[in-house]
């Protein structure tokens, strides 16, 4: 028995010193192989969250040593952003948040995923911060009485955020509250030089970034510090789906507004010709899009009316003599409801000179084409029995006054009447038509009243 308690005893604390290799093994170098590496350019919203995801996901499934974030971004959405942190927070494999290349920014949104990277890493010539959150209507409501409250307790809840997150990977709190809360930006060296700093180091680029991470020791979230292992690593990029390289591409609010004009324009030249097919699928399809975009991008309703309004002004303008009064406020209500309709996130906009030469645009094609529908309806017949009138033909028979003969027009033989006497074989115009029976005169009568004339 003894014998047997001190092999058991012995087999576990075998187990035991295993298994603590094991772990610090683990913690000094996390799964060899490949440094995964993502770049993303562009506004943070829910496609943009949802690659992130996927990337951290395949960096966790392949044992990756290290998973790096090449950032370069305006902001975006907060909900968005606050999904991309947790899944940083929560990953296996140590996330580096890179801003690069030398030019490039990480604002507002690109901040706070900054902030929360287990190695946030700049290049030079690159800032990061203006971290300040906006309402729904893309404004930051500063000094309308109506609002501020809401817009303090929004900046106070992302400065809370900011300060949670620097605090957990000993970066400069203050300065990230700042960031919000005054709208504070820093440079690469402004960033670094700060007392504790808001980043752990500058790098010209991902080569000179994986050196610089070679052997260095990071805290992970939850308090596990770890030693990277970097070195002579095999660089596997990752890049967006086509279907999320599509969707990302029309969430972008100058696409979007550029989906909705197409849309409704299409609708409204299907509208007056129908039956043109093309311009209703592309309308449509347009639309569907621009709706998509804006499930993901917050938008004023308000605005939407007032583009809606303005294109309907516009074709009232042709239908109705307004003088130009119609036209020039569909313009206007144009204008206004697109420069309102896509919100502006921070640091993204709709550019207005697009607003002003699109709204011109619609304009102009919708008071075109309505003006060529006006004249057409004002032509004369081409078929049908109203395009006779005018017409020259030869009488088959004789004709007199309040009775019936036969002409030929068009090759066709039809009963005619005339208020003048017409001799059989003499050239004849057709001046109306009454059911079957065509009313005619002597052409050469109608020269002589178009000479008296």
Do not use: C
Not at 75 to 102: C, Y
Not at 341 to 364: C, D, F, K, M
Request: avoid cysteine; charge should be neutral; proline fraction near 5%.
């Amino acid at each position: 028995m003894r014998s047997t308690t001190f092999a058991i005893g012995l087999a576990l604390a075998g187990i035991v010193v295993t298994m603590a290799w094991a772990t610090r093994v683990s913690a000094q170098a996390p799964a060899a192989g490949t440094v995964l590496v993502a770049e993303y350019d562009g506004i943070v919203h829910p496609i943009s969250a949802e690659f992130f995801e996927d990337f951290i996901s395949r960096a966790d499934t392949s044992g990756a040593a290290v998973a790096v974030l090449i950032l370069r971004t305006p902001g975006g959405l907060l909900e968005s952003t606050r999904t991309m942190v947790s899944r940083m927070i929560a990953a296996r494999t140590p996330v580096v948040v890179f801003v690069a290349p030398s030019g490039s920014r990480a604002a507002s949104a690109g901040f706070i995923l900054t902030l929360a990277a287990d190695v946030a890493a700049m290049a030079p010539g690159t800032h990061i911060g203006a971290a300040h959150p906006v309402s729904a209507s893309g404004q930051d409501d500063r000094g309308e009485p109506g609002n501020s409250t809401m817009s303090d307790k929004a900046a106070s809840d992302t400065a809370a955020y900011a300060r949670t997150l620097a605090a957990a990977r000993n970066r400069n709190v203050e300065l990230a509250a700042e960031a919000v809360l005054n709208s504070r930006a820093f440079t690469e060296q402004e960033a670094l030089a700060a007392k504790p700093p808001l980043i752990d180091l500058v790098a010209a680029d991902l080569p000179a970034l994986l050196a610089a991470l070679d052997g260095r020791r990071v805290t992970r979230f939850d308090g596990r510090a770890i030693t990277l292992q970097t070195r002579n690593l095999a660089i596997e990029r990752v890049s967006m789906t086509r279907r999320q390289q599509l969707l990302s591409a029309i969430a972008h609010p100058q696409i979007a507004y550029m989906l909705l004009s197409l849309g409704m324009l299409g609708l409204v030249v299907e509208l007056w010709n129908p039956g043109a097919i093309a311009p209703a699928v592309i309308g449509g399809i347009s639309l569907l899009l621009a709706f998509f975009a804006f499930q993901i991008l917050p938008i004023n309703v308000t605005g939407v009316l007032l583009v809606v309004l303005g294109v309907g002004l516009l074709v009232m303008e042709v239908m109705v003599p307004s003088f130009g009064v119609l036209g020039v406020g569909g313009i206007i209500a144009l204008v206004v409801g697109s420069v309102m309709v896509t919100t502006e996130l921070p640091g993204v906009r709709v550019n207005y000179g697009l607003i002003v030469a699109t709204a011109l645009a619609i304009a102009v094609i919708v008071l075109g084409l309505g003006r060529l529908a006006m004249r057409a309806q004002q032509l004369a017949p081409v078929t049908g029995a109203a395009a006779l009138v005018g017409k020259h033909g030869r009488a088959l028979t004789d004709i007199v006054p309040r009775d019936t003969g036969q002409v030929g027009v068009h090759g066709e033989i039809w009963r005619a009447t005339s208020e003048r006497p017409i001799a059989r074989g003499a050239p004849v115009r057709v001046v109306g038509i009454e059911g079957l029976t065509l009313g005619v005169e002597p052409l050469e009568a109608a020269a002589e009243e178009g000479d008296a004339t």
